[in-house]
């Protein structure tokens, strides 16, 4: 009787929630504000910043109304934090966008000390220094937060932006303006100075924060990096306010007087300037004093109080940072020396095939859950068929040749953001009844045919765009933030959207046709669960917004094998136009087809050597294999004619030569021959091709400039017998303005 009678209890008392507010009590109208800020601050985020809405417009307006109504019966409950102080409504518009004057740039990594031996040694040689030329760097702790760049226009702090993608961040200029480490003026800085560092969270800033959200019910973060990130990313300043974040300057953007000579001088003149630098940073002579300071700093880890994950070398001086200049997406001198990964051992539950956007099966690994480096981790990348069976890419075997059998102790580690990795297997620890893993060779999602070409690891389905996980994965690569970056439709949206009977997306052009279908459709989206008039709206807008669209993004966005953003901005500037880019690639296809006359094979192979495939191959900066894979698809009907579909619906934006500043070179082929005294040939080509010409070997009646330094022989001959114009070293550095 007791259980009934605590039944009945439970029933007696509704749902708070569906208390009328003339019938609450003082205590429950509390609780009923508490709950309502709550439920309304996490609609606002779930709008805004992850792209999610949890609840529709008429059930975020009822949780409003609600509000306003407790408050007017009970004005003296109010909270300090009540929505409807909120201005506006939903909390501002997300974060803005902000365009780095200069791109922020991540590091390469080395992982041993052979690897910063060669660091060393590459940049020796590019700057053509001999092994006993003295070449000093600096070391530092590398800080494991976030980065931020802070913009000061005469002295004054004008905006703080995330890194985003490096060339776009957001605006979080308000909160930046919180953290006490960053100062809002620069004592004697006048034009522009862009400061750039790390925010991070303390270990013990982290336990009490931790400490504070669990007390209020509120969510816990999973260590001191995803707070600080979190607590930056907060749409309500007075949130940021209140966490403890702390901000480390090591690095800076757009300057309009140099800072000083060197790294370390420029670090020491932020410090003068009031920033927090770190007090670990040493400048070191070589790799042998780098690696030492590595080992002293490695050893401190543990008691610094805050993490780091690793040691950042650059070279000291600017003027070498300079000449060394940058790859696509790192500086020639600069590397995070990372420390080795944390590891942990686990059960292996199962393994999960996923069929990827191109159609690799991916293992992956269920775990028993356990904590690496301070995160919880359940899954864990199994790569391929051969790296469960114990063999690598080359063949040879890997741990030992063991395999990985569910039901195995496996060793889990994490290194850096990237996804967990197995590292061995217990074979002490395997239970009888384990079986060797069998890899499926049909797709588990269409039940195609997952075949294995020679060379390759991977096992791919042969369902093309019929495979609905293919589709739906190539509908979330389409809507990333690097391709189509569609505010409102993520990758839970387009999947939602790919199962939809009504509203079906099931290829990117259904994206741009969704505001017609659902005009013709009887029943709306509007009226949907999770749907109303104004996120509707605002999702048609968005969508129409991204219909100009610039023409490397569309490459990329097509999610074409081996094309990757470098390779289709490569192809954005080669072409300039979509219509050229086109025209060439299905030249390319065609060729073969009334060349020779009959149907075609299904290897890319075939395409070889007609002229516009051997056009496609001179680009320089994409290989065969990248060229292949275009082709192939343009080759395929069904892809070639979706992407008609798609292009039909856009206007895509052409894309201009590299911006060469009006370099005198730009276009032009250029030769170097001979000795070069005050650059190296790697520098020499770096820095031309930088100013947007093409580098050659040879002299042809394609060459356009021939550079000749002393003991020039056959080339400087060959370029005066076709008159080509040829320069000597200084003549070239005075041509492109380095003289
Ligand atoms: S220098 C041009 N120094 O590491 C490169 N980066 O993996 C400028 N980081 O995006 C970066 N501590 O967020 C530099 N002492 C340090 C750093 C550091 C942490 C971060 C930074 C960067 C990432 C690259």
């Known amino acids: 009787m007791a259980d009934a009678g605590s039944d009945v209890k439970l029933g007696a008392e509704p749902a708070l929630a569906e208390v009328p507010v003339a019938d609450l009590t003082a205590e429950q109208a509390q609780r009923e504000l508490a709950r309502l800020a709550l439920a309304i601050e996490a609609a606002n985020r779930a709008y805004h910043t992850e792209d999610a809405p949890v609840v529709d417009d008429a059930g975020y307006d009822r949780l409003k109304q609600r509000n306003a109504e407790i408050e007017d019966r009970f004005p003296d409950l109010k909270r300090s934090d009540s929505p409807s102080e909120q201005v506006g409504g939903p909390v501002a518009e997300g974060f803005g966008k902000v365009t780095h004057a200069v791109r922020m740039l991540s590091l390469a990594n080395a992982f041993d000390p052979a690897d910063v031996v060669d660091f060393d040694a590459s940049i020796r040689k590019y700057l053509g220094l001999a092994s006993d030329t003295p070449l000093i760097y600096t070391a530092e702790p590398k800080i494991d937060g976030l980065s931020l760049s802070l913009r000061y226009e005469d ?380 996120s509707v709206k605002n999702l048609m807008q968005a969508i129409d917004e991204k219909r100009q669209i610039s023409l490397n993004r569309l490459i990329f966005s097509l999610g074409i094998r081996h094309v990757g953003e470098t390779a289709a901005m490569t192809f954005a500037r080669h072409f300039g136009s979509w219509d050229a880019f086109r025209d060439t690639v299905r030249a390319a296809v065609d060729e073969p087809l009334t060349a020779q006359g009959g149907p075609v094979g299904t290897s890319a192979s075939r395409f070889d050597g007609s002229p516009h495939w051997a056009q496609l191959d001179a680009i320089d900066g994409v290989g065969s294999v990248t060229i292949a894979s275009l082709v192939e698809t343009f080759a395929n009907d069904a892809e070639r004619a979706a992407i008609d579909r798609l292009v039909a619906e856009l206007q895509v934006q052409d894309v201009a030569a590299p911006a060469t500043g009006g370099s005198p070179v730009a276009g032009k082929t250029v030769v170097f021959t001979g000795s070069l005294e005050k650059m190296t040939r790697a520098e020499a080509k770096a820095r031309a091709e930088g100013l947007g010409a093409k580098v050659a070997g040879s002299v042809s009646a394609k060459t356009d400039l021939l550079v000749a330094g002393p003991g020039a022989g056959s080339k400087a001959k060959k370029a005066a017998e076709l008159g080509i114009e040829t320069l000597d070293e200084d003549g070239w550095l005075a041509l492109i303005g380095d003289a």
């Not at 703080?160 to 953290?179: M, Q, S």
Request: charged letters at 25%.
């Open 155 to 534: 002295g004054r702090l004008v905006t703080a932006a995330t890194r985003g993608d490096g060339a776009v961040g957001e605006n979080v200029t308000a909160n930046a303006r919180t953290i006490d480490t960053i100062p809002e003026t620069l004592a004697g800085v006048t034009g522009v100075l862009e400061v750039r560092g790390e925010v991070y969270m303390s270990h013990a800033d982290f336990a009490a924060l931790n400490a504070r959200q669990e007390a209020a019910g509120q969510k816990t973060f999973a260590n001191p990096r995803n707070a600080a990130a979190g607590s930056l990313r907060q749409l309500d300043t007075k949130v940021t306010a209140a966490r403890p974040l702390r901000f480390f300057a090591y690095a800076w953007g757009e300057v309009s007087e140099p800072l000083a000579q060197t790294q370390f001088e420029a670090i020491a003149r932020l410090s003068d300037l009031g920033f927090d630098t770190n007090p670990l940073t040493r400048r070191c002579d070589g790799p042998e004093a780098l690696m030492a300071h590595y080992d002293r700093i490695a050893a401190d880890r543990a008691t610094l109080g805050y993490d780091i994950d690793g040691v950042v070398y650059k070279v000291d001086k600017l003027d070498l940072q300079r000449r060394l200049g940058f790859r696509s997406t790192t500086p020639r001198w600069a590397i995070a020396h990372k420390f080795p990964a944390e590891l942990a051992w686990t059960q292996l539950k199962g393994i999960d095939i996923q069929v990827g956007r191109t159609g690799a099966l991916s293992p992956v690994a269920r775990l028993e859950p356990v904590t690496v480096g301070g995160v919880v981790v359940s899954n864990a990348t199994l790569h391929n068929e051969d790296y469960i069976a114990g063999v690598g890419g080359d063949g040879s075997p890997i741990r030992d040749g063991k395999d990985i059998r569910v039901g195995d102790w496996v060793q889990v580690y994490r290194a850096g953001d990237v996804i967990p990795k197995i590292a061995d297997v217990d074979l002490t620890r395997r239970p009888d009844d384990a079986e060797p893993f069998s890899f499926p060779t049909v797709c588990p999602e269409c039940g195609s045919d997952a075949l294995r070409e020679d060379d390759d690891a991977v096992r791919r389905c042969s369902g093309g765009l019929i495979c609905p996980a293919q589709a739906v994965e190539q509908l979330k690569h389409f809507v990333s933030r690097q391709a189509f970056d569609i505010e409102g439709l993520g990758a839970k949206q387009v999947e939602a959207f790919y199962h939809d009977d009504q509203l079906p997306v099931r290829e990117p052009a259904d994206i741009f046709t969704l505001a017609r279908r659902d005009d013709e459709n009887v029943a709306k989206l509007k009226n949907r669960d999770g749907w109303g008039e104004t």
